[in-house]
Structure formats: C-alpha cells, structure tokens
C-alpha cells in the first residue's frame, strides 16, 4: 500500500482544516489506518484510527471532540477533520496503515510506531495563536 497525505496548511487557533491520505494498492481495505503528528523534537504520536471498514475509531486525549476520523475504501481515501486548532496541534501529520486493530494502533509504543508497515509521507500543519 503506498500512501499520501496532503491538505496540511498554516491556519490561526479555533480554524478547521481537512487533511486527506490517498491510497494506491487493492489491499488499502484490509488494513487498520491512522493519522500520527511529529512536533519538532518530539517523539510521533498516535491522533486517531479506525478499522479497516471505518465501523470504529480511536481518539488521542488531546484531539477527542475536535477530530473525526474517516475511510472510503471505495475511494482509497483516509480523511482527518480537525475543528478546534490549537496551537499545541502544529505538527507534520502522518498516515499510516498497519495489519492489525484500530484500538492496538491507539495503544502502540514509540518503538512499536517506528515499525508501521506503512506510511504516507506528512504534511505541516502550523496553527498560530
């Protein structure tokens, strides 16, 4: 599965912005897909999943009632709704498939990330205050 996020921008607090991840590849289906971040410094952290028919989804702490998660398999597309931004959101935003749950994608260690099957390359999202 080769992947490819885009949509990222600079944006002041409490806007919205829509990131997309386009999938090539017949096998997008099968997957558990997730958004992480990377702030400068920072170790890549887990922002939502969901499973590869789109029926569940999980949420960092941080982004829970301001980002949605969803999936069109049809469409070989992953998308993250952000509202709310906070400058705390300003990142590269990544998206990754794995072969396994929605919620272990949710609890992955920093080491267990680095091991994703599969990653689109990020986008910056900057949200100034």
């Known amino acids: 599965v080769q992947l490819q996020a885009f949509g990222g921008g600079s944006v002041q607090a409490g806007d919205s912005l829509t990131l997309i991840c386009t999938a090539s590849?017949?096998?997008?289906?099968?997957?558990?897909v997730a958004w992480f971040r990377q702030a400068p410094g920072k170790e890549r952290e887990f922002v939502a999943s969901?499973?590869?028919?789109?029926?569940?989804?999980e949420y960092a702490d941080s982004v829970k009632g301001r980002f949605i998660i969803s999936r069109d398999n049809a469409k070989n597309t992953l998308t993250l709704e952000m509202n709310n931004l906070r400058p705390e959101d300003t990142a590269v935003y990544y998206c990754?498939?794995?072969?396994?749950?929605?919620?272990?994608?949710?609890?992955?260690?920093?080491?267990?990330?680095?091991?994703?099957?599969?990653w689109g390359r990020g986008t910056q999202v900057t949200v100034s205050s």
């Open positions: 990754a498939a794995d072969g396994t749950t929605s919620q272990d994608l949710a609890r992955y260690t920093p080491e267990r990330i680095r091991n994703i099957s599969y």
């Open positions: 590849g017949r096998t997008f289906s099968s997957y558990a």
């Open positions: 969901t499973s590869w028919l789109g029926t569940s989804a």
